[in-house]
């Protein structure tokens, strides 16, 4: 019981996972993104599509590899979630508009179009690929305690912990990450100093977006395996939280998601009330809060939002 | 300067690398004529209708002849929908006002759902509890006061912490939000012990109707909050302090404006608005209690707070077009048969075209081919005349990096004759030198 409640508490967390990576990152830039949930509805919507045409490409359901649907899925998600990162940068950075409203659009557009287009998308063959996707080293179903834990994960959750963790030694460790965050802290700074600011916001708010989008895939194709029916905004939202509850650190993420999935999934296995249930569901949030005041009263600068987050840069304005 | 000196310093070969760099130069508009701007918005507007019936086409072959046709059916075809519309962009209208003081502070409140709906849930509360105990008036009063407190009050919370600790006050109220609507579920689920988590129509609190119609008091009770904010905003040594802070913080310290006082003053007031949004949703229009009855109302009104620049009439027609264009395009989505949330898309596209007109508002953008023209006249003669550069500023003018410098020349030019005589490179050493014997002498 409790090993099947990590497994698929593991499992779950992945989807926090990867939108709270994608939205540190462009965070890092100084991109408030809003729009992540909608960026994410835009990856389950790639991702649809690619599946739709991988398998319209098959001569038969059998003939489907589970390599290559999940890379055919990926790369779709990766390209359509990097759209929308695309449109919000072209937006805040080229445009210079605000980039709250710029996100809230975002994301009012795509939950209303992955709503539209799942609706209309044709399904068939998709539990298979559902299958396919979900599909770990060892069967969760025979084994038992950590084995089952470590190993019974499919492709996207070991995918989704290399992601988090070479990010945080990319920001951390490299020459590109200390620019990055250059850029996010102080892009007057790091103009002066030569590097580009636009160039580093559109490329992190592109990758961000890319990453995020395949937590909207995952969440399609691995945990509902192929089942369409139901949004992904809510969880989009608690990826946003949880950026602030692992204050900008990606490796952290991997834990913060962990908790957050886990309260989510603990009504289940627990035997409560409605009201209980309630409660639990706004535990994430109400924590986050915490956290975002703990580290604006006690706070070093190393757990503070980025100081430039939120705000667009004209090199001419003073 | 460049043209005295002879020389290209090394200032000048650099805004000449910048200017190689991008043909495509944006400057902010400083002294554009007062229709600019309308001219620009009305063309957004009309490019954004264009679009939305493309985008239309692209769900729905045949719908583009219908598209405008039904647009207005939809918002205009019975006096029902006519009410509905009105109803509609008047309650966006309220958000949006509620939010716009919290906004012109630059305190960057994005939880207007979340004090919609506590106001909401505040006079629920009442109706609930109090309901078919007091006199039907009565209860209304109270909703109102309960609804106002409560939004106030929620707003009050991240507004101390700004004050105090300056905390990221937008993470904040975003997380608020959904705090708001768990503790809606919550309360629903003590409510309505089956679990159904649906409250039904509650039959006390109901706002009157006025002309046997429903949503006529509500719209009224709008436009006085919009006179009043208006009033507020413009008229009052509030709105004038709020607007100070907002421009600089340093500027309000000096003058003597407490800053903490005034952003929890001003996010009482706003969401005190909000909570007379969450009371004339309850009262006046649902009579029940959700968590979707705020509907993202309140992510739309900050988008028409800030695309109106706090303007309450501009903020006015805009909640109008925002309106029609939701009402209508699912008007067109039922015809059609497109789907549920085509409205939603329209609108988002709506806001999209909006958004981008704003840049065009606020800054000009050139296009300057002439750059490479100008280096090779700058490469083959020696010594320019006077009359050459003039022409190169007016050539440069394309660009703001040196829209400045010719700037800085006329100054020197004015003030300094001698400058003809320097001939050397480093002339601005030699400018300076030679302002301060003057000086001297």
């Not at chain 1, 359509?80 to 950075?93: D, H, P, W, Y």
């Not at chain 2, 003039?390 to 006329?410: G, I, K």
Request: aromatic share 12%.
């Amino acid at each position: 019981m409790f090993w099947t409640f990590l497994t698929s508490t593991i499992k779950f967390s992945t989807l926090f996972l990867y939108g709270s990576v994608g939205e540190t990152i462009t965070e890092k830039s100084g991109h408030l993104n809003l729009g992540i949930p909608g960026i994410m509805c835009l990856g389950a919507i790639g991702g649809c599509y690619g599946v739709r045409s991988y398998i319209d490409s098959l001569g038969s359901l059998s003939q489907m590899s589970g390599f290559a649907v999940v890379l055919v899925g990926m790369i779709c998600a990766f390209l359509f979630a990097a759209l929308g990162g695309m449109i919000f940068s072209f937006f805040t950075v080229t445009l210079r508009c605000n980039q709250n409203i710029t996100g809230l659009t975002i994301t009012t557009f795509g939950v209303a179009l992955n709503s539209l287009m799942l609706s209309k998308i044709d399904k068939t063959g998709f539990y298979e690929a559902g299958r396919l996707f979900s599909k770990g080293i060892v069967d969760a179903n025979t084994t038992d305690g950590l084995v089952k834990v470590l190993f019974s994960q499919s492709a996207l959750v070991y995918i989704a912990i290399a992601i988090a963790i070479i990010t945080a030694i990319v920001i951390k460790r490299t020459r590109v990450g200390l620019n990055l965050r250059a850029v996010g802290e102080n892009p007057a700074t790091a103009d002066a100093a030569g590097i580009s600011v636009g160039k580093y916001r559109y490329l992190a708010t592109l990758i961000g977006s890319g990453i995020a989008g395949f937590g909207g895939l995952f969440f399609i194709m691995d945990y509902l395996t192929g089942n369409i029916e139901y949004g992904i905004d809510t969880y989009g939202w608690l990826a946003v939280a949880l950026v602030i509850f692992t204050i900008w650190k990606p490796n952290w993420a991997i834990l913060g998601s962990i908790i957050f999935a886990a309260l989510y999934r603990a009504p289940s296995y627990l035997n409560i009330g409605f009201t209980e249930r309630e409660v639990i569901k706004m535990l994430p949030y109400i924590v986050t809060v915490l956290v975002l005041i703990i580290t604006s009263i006690f706070g070093r600068k190393s757990v503070q939002p980025p100081a430039a987050l939120g705000t667009t840069y004209f090199r001419e304005e003073r | 300067m460049r043209s005295v000196t002879g020389k290209e310093s090394k200032f000048d070969a650099f805004v000449d690398k910048l200017k190689k760099e991008s043909p495509i130069h944006i400057a902010k508009r400083m002294d554009a004529p007062k229709w600019l701007p309308i001219v620009i918005r009305i063309a957004a507007v009309i490019v954004a209708f264009l679009v939305c019936a493309i985008v239309t086409v692209f769900f729905e072959p045949t719908a583009f002849g219908t598209f405008f046709t039904e647009m207005f059916r939809g918002t205009f075809g019975t006096e029902r929908r006519v009410i509905n519309l009105f109803w509609e962009a008047a309650i966006l209208l309220l958000i949006a006002l509620a939010v716009t003081p919290a906004f012109k502070m630059k305190f960057w409140n994005i939880g207007a759902e979340g004090q919609v709906l506590m106001g909401a849930l505040m006079s629920a509360t009442c109706i609930f509890y109090l309901g078919g105990k007091v006199s039907e008036g009565g209860l209304i009063v109270l909703c109102l006061l309960a609804s106002v407190v409560g939004s106030a009050g929620w707003t009050l919370i991240p507004a101390l912490f700004k004050a105090k600790w300056n905390t990221n006050e937008t993470l904040f109220t975003l997380m608020l939000n959904y705090i708001a609507t768990a503790l809606i579920s919550l309360v629903i689920t003590v409510w309505v012990k089956s679990g159904s988590g649906v409250v039904g129509i509650m039959p006390y609190g109901h706002l009157p109707k006025l002309g046997g119609q429903d949503y006529v008091l509500n719209i009224l009770i709008v436009a006085f909050v919009t006179v009043l904010v208006w009033v507020y905003l413009k008229f009052s040594k509030h709105g004038y302090e709020l607007s100070v802070v907002g421009e600089s913080i340093n500027t309000a310290k000096y003058i003597g404006i407490s800053v903490p006082k005034v952003i929890i003053r001003t996010m009482i007031f706003s969401g005190a608005l909000c909570g007379v949004a969450g009371w004339l949703l309850v009262n006046g229009a649902s009579y029940t209690i959700s968590t979707t009855i705020a509907g993202g109302r309140g992510f739309t009104a900050i988008l028409i707070s800030w695309l109106a620049h706090f303007d309450p009439i501009i903020m006015a027609i805009t909640s109008f077009l925002v309106a029609f264009m939701g009402r209508g395009a699912a008007q067109v989505s039922t015809i059609a048969n497109i789907g549920g949330s085509f409205e939603d898309i329209a609108t988002s596209i709506f806001f999209f075209i909006i958004i981008a007109s704003e840049f065009f508002v606020n800054y000009k953008v050139k296009f300057s081919f002439s750059h490479s023209k100008k280096k090779v006249e700058g490469e083959t003669t020696e010594n320019t005349s006077e009359d050459d550069s003039s022409d190169a500023e007016m050539m440069s003018d394309t660009s703001q990096t040196t829209d400045s410098e010719a700037q800085t020349n006329e100054i020197f030019d004015e003030s300094v004759p001698e400058l003809q005589t320097c001939q050397s490179s480093e002339d601005r050493t030699c400018d300076v030198s030679t302002q301060n014997k003057e000086v001297t002498e």
